[in-house]
């Protein structure tokens, strides 16, 4: 049967998608291993945190039974001293006809059990003292006890799905899509408020945030508000991104290393760097981690000493390095990738100049975006993100608003401005279901819907 071109010729141009579809399979199951070996650890986690809240329990009770029978005897024994004081008492009073006659010095029993007792004065103090009795009581107080509490004693069964965004996307075209930006959700992070410096959705409604500049903290929110699940780092958080297999990658400004987050919560070490690293992106078809960062040589405690070289590098999904560019004098702060063509990073610059660079691949520069003349205050470029359309999107600290420019860098129009309530926007983030996340200065996040054809 003869089969038509057209058909034959859509079959080819998928035919190379099976290597991934075939990765894909294999990542499913391993992951149906992974589950079962986590629900394995679960359970037995579970089991062990029993047995050990027994012990713990056990080990109160008898404490308890010990306070209970130390406290029974001290106060028999002064009970007992006490009812020895008043029966000596009573019996030398019951002998006596006229207390008021009589020489204390020549009662020896009292004298014995009552030192030197002198005087009418002694012996109504000491009657008085007899004739106060301590009544004393023993009872066990009951702690609460209810779901709750029981269950932040015992701990909580948490999961969580991480859902990376397919390496199979749609070919950029060569019309503009239409933006329609609509604010779907807004939650503020909890406790202090901070600058959202970090977002790395890894779903339609989970993102990895870190809240406040010096935080140590990363949290998994979300959209509806609920914090779900926190990680302490051993540095400060810098910036955070998700990677194809399910690892979170973290960076800090206080050190040469990025960690590395997998689905267990466990913590290890992704890649140890000559230099202090910043902003950070996953490419979406290789998986590559690119990041940007400076590289100091020299005094340690002479700054002006030392030799600043900064650079963007590439390492491996095993964290192994694989080249890097410099890209002095500009300080990058975040970077995306404009899909194999080039680079683009938010620039501290010279003299505290803040820009959008973009470069080719090589670093050599293409274009450098400073703002629009009608902004009140200058642009301060920090969160910056790529979509699958090449187009750059780039939150505005100063200006309260997100720009979003062409793959060449040359502006389009502003995404959110002040009248969507932002103030002072720094992070960024893009999920698999096309929706930008916005963080801003106030702990507040705000998930768009972002664009249709």
């Known amino acids: 049967m003869n089969r038509e071109p057209g058909i034959l010729l859509n079959r080819m141009e998928y035919i190379k998608y099976l290597p991934i579809l075939e990765?894909?399979?294999?990542?499913?199951?391993?992951?149906?291993?992974?589950?079962?070996?986590?629900?394995?650890?679960?359970?037995?986690?579970?089991?062990?945190?029993?047995?050990?809240?027994?012990?713990?329990?056990?080990?109160?009770?008898?404490?308890?039974?010990?306070k209970t029978k130390g406290v029974l005897d001290f106060e028999l024994k002064n009970l007992e001293k006490h009812e020895q004081e008043l029966k000596t008492w009573i019996s030398w009073l019951s002998d006596q006809?006229?207390?008021?006659n009589q020489n204390v010095s020549d009662v020896k029993m009292i004298q014995k059990n009552n030192q030197e007792i002198k005087g009418?004065?002694?012996?109504?103090?000491?009657?008085?003292?007899?004739?106060?009795?301590?009544?004393?009581?023993?009872?066990?107080?009951?702690?609460?006890?209810?779901?709750?509490?029981?269950?932040?004693?015992?701990?909580?069964?948490?999961?969580?799905?991480?859902?990376?965004?397919?390496p199979i996307r749609k070919g950029r075209r060569d019309t503009f899509p239409t933006i329609s930006l609509q604010r779907t959700f807004e939650f503020k992070c909890k406790g202090v408020a901070g600058n959202v410096h970090a977002?790395?959705?890894?779903?339609?409604?989970?993102?990895?945030?870190?809240?406040?500049?010096?935080s140590r903290e990363i949290e998994l929110y979300h959209t509806n508000g609920d914090l779900l699940v926190s990680v302490t780092m051993d540095k400060p958080v810098d910036h955070i991104v998700s990677t194809r297999n399910g690892n979170v990658l973290i960076s800090s400004y206080n050190g040469n290393t990025i960690w590395r987050l997998d689905e267990h919560l466990n913590v290890t070490k992704f890649a140890q760097l000559s230099f202090i690293p910043r902003g950070m992106v996953v490419h979406p078809e290789t998986n590559h981690v690119y990041v940007c960062g400076v590289e100091r040589t020299g005094s340690?405690?002479?700054?002006?000493?030392?030799?600043?070289?900064?650079?963007?590098?590439?390492?491996?999904?095993?964290?192994d390095f694989i080249s890097d560019i410099t890209i002095s004098p500009h300080d990058p702060?975040?970077?995306?990738?404009?899909?194999?063509?080039?680079?683009?990073?938010?620039?501290?610059?010279?003299?505290?100049?803040?820009?959008?660079?973009?470069?080719?691949?090589?670093?050599?520069?293409?274009?450098?975006?400073?703002?629009?003349?009608?902004?009140?205050?200058?642009?301060?470029?920090?969160?910056?993100?790529?979509d699958q359309y090449g187009n750059i999107i780039v939150a505005d600290w100063n200006n309260d608003c997100v720009h979003l420019l062409d793959t060449g860098g040359q502006f389009s129009q502003y995404l959110v401005d002040?009248?969507?309530?932002l103030e002072?926007?720094?992070?960024?983030?893009?999920?698999?279901?096309g929706q930008l996340w916005v963080g801003d200065a106030t702990g507040h996040v705000y998930v768009f819907s972002y664009c249709s054809w």
């Open 424 to 433: 002072r926007p720094c992070a960024l983030g893009l999920d698999g279901d």
């Open 23 to 66: 990765f894909c399979l294999e990542d499913t199951i391993s992951q149906k291993s992974k589950l079962c070996d986590a629900a394995r650890m679960t359970s037995s986690d579970i089991v062990n945190r029993a047995a050990l809240l027994h012990r713990a329990i056990d080990n109160v009770k008898e404490k308890l039974l010990a």
């Open 333 to 386: 702060h975040r970077l995306g990738l404009i899909g194999d063509e080039g680079i683009c990073f938010s620039d501290y610059g010279k003299n505290n100049k803040r820009q959008l660079v973009v470069m080719d691949n090589d670093g050599n520069g293409l274009n450098i975006y400073s703002g629009r003349q009608e902004l009140e205050n200058p642009f301060y470029p920090l969160g910056t993100q790529v």
């Open 199 to 214: 977002i790395a959705p890894i779903s339609g409604n989970e993102a990895w945030i870190c809240c406040g500049w010096g």
């Open 300 to 319: 340690l405690t002479d700054l002006k000493a030392q030799t600043r070289r900064h650079l963007i590098a590439i390492f491996s999904t095993d964290g």
């Open 97 to 100: 006809t006229d207390i008021s």
């Open 120 to 166: 009418r004065k002694d012996w109504l103090r000491n009657l008085q003292r007899l004739s106060e009795i301590q009544h004393l009581s023993l009872s066990f107080k009951t702690g609460e006890l209810n779901d709750v509490c029981i269950g932040s004693l015992f701990g909580s069964v948490q999961n969580f799905s991480i859902t990376p965004q397919s």
């Open 418 to 421: 002040k009248d969507n309530g």
